[in-house]
C-alpha cells in the first residue's frame, strides 16, 4: 500500500523568510495530493491541493510542486507570518479508489519573531 | 468555524467500555468521514459514508464501527476499548463522494481510556 513520509518534522524560521516541508510516496499510481494545516486545538484544513496531471499550483504565498518522476511533493510558503505557525500535514490518494487517503506524520512549523 | 460540529469535545472513560461519538456535517454535505489523531500513529483515515452508505474504508477496527442516519449526521461507535484508543477523533464533511474533494474537519473529540 500508500507510505507517505514528511520532513522535516519540526521547522523553524524567520518571520518573512521562506518555509519549505517536503514529503514522499511509495505508489505511483497515487493522482492526488492535498497539504493540511492544523492549529494548536483544532482540526486539520485544507490549505492546498495538487493532482498529478500538474507540476505546480499556487495560491497567494502558498505554492506546492509535484515531481512525478521522483514521487515527491513539497509545500512552499514565502513571507512567512506568526499566524503560519501551525502543524502542516500531507497527504496522499492512492489511484486505486478503494484505497484509503494517506497522510505524513505532520511538520511543526514555528515561525520566529 | 468549519461547520462540522463533534460531541462531546472530551470524554474519558475505562478500558472495556463503549463510547459513541457523533458528528454533524455541515449543511449541505453528503459525505462524512471519520479519523483518527494520535501521537505514534498520526492522522488515520478510518471510514467515510455517503448519503447513508458506507463509501470507503481505510484503519478501522472491527470494534470499531459507525453509521450515517437519514438527516445526514454520523456516529463512530467504539467498543472493547484499549487504552491505545486514547486519541483526538475527527469527523470531516464534503458535499461528494470521492476521496479528493475538499474536506471540512470539525473541532474533534479527545478520548482518553483509563
Known amino acids: 500500500g500508500e507510505n507517505v513520509e514528511q520532513h522535516p518534522s519540526t521547522l523553524s524560521v524567520q518571520e518573512g523568510d521562506s518555509a519549505v516541508i517536503k514529503c514522499t510516496y511509495s505508489?505511483?499510481?497515487?493522482?492526488?495530493f492535498p497539504w493540511y494545516k492544523q492549529e494548536l486545538g483544532k482540526g486539520p484544513q485544507l490549505i492546498i491541493d495538487?493532482?498529478?496531471?500538474?507540476g505546480e499550483k499556487k495560491d497567494q504565498r502558498i505554492a506546492v510542486t509535484l515531481n512525478k518522476t521522483a514521487k515527491h511533493f513539497s509545500l512552499h510558503i514565502t513571507e512567512t507570518q506568526p499566524e503560519d505557525s501551525a502543524v502542516y500535514f500531507c497527504?496522499?490518494?492512492?489511484?486505486?479508489?478503494?484505497?484509503?487517503?494517506?497522510f505524513g506524520k505532520g511538520t511543526r512549523l514555528h515561525i520566529l519573531p | 468555524d468549519s461547520g462540522v460540529t463533534q460531541t462531546p469535545k472530551h470524554l474519558i472513560t475505562a478500558t472495556g467500555q463503549r463510547v459513541t461519538l457523533r458528528c454533524s456535517p455541515r449543511?449541505?454535505?453528503?459525505?462524512v468521514y471519520w479519523y483518527q489523531q494520535s501521537l505514534d500513529q498520526g492522522l488515520q483515515f478510518l471510514i467515510q459514508y455517503y448519503n447513508g452508505e458506507e463509501r470507503a474504508k481505510g484503519n478501522i477496527l472491527e470494534r470499531f464501527s459507525a453509521q450515517q442516519f437519514p438527516d445526514l449526521h454520523s456516529e463512530l461507535n467504539l467498543s472493547s476499548l484499549e487504552l491505545g484508543d486514547s486519541a483526538l477523533y475527527f469527523c470531516?464533511?464534503?458535499?461528494?463522494?470521492?476521496?479528493?474533494?475538499?474536506?471540512?474537519f470539525g473541532p474533534g473529540t479527545r478520548l482518553l481510556v483509563l
Open positions: 495538487i493532482r498529478s496531471n500538474v
Open positions: 470531516a464533511s464534503s458535499p461528494g463522494w470521492g476521496l479528493e474533494e475538499t474536506q471540512y
Open positions: 449543511s449541505g454535505d453528503l459525505s
Open positions: 497527504a496522499a490518494l492512492p489511484g486505486n479508489r478503494d484505497d484509503k487517503i494517506i
Open positions: 505508489d505511483s499510481a497515487s493522482n492526488y
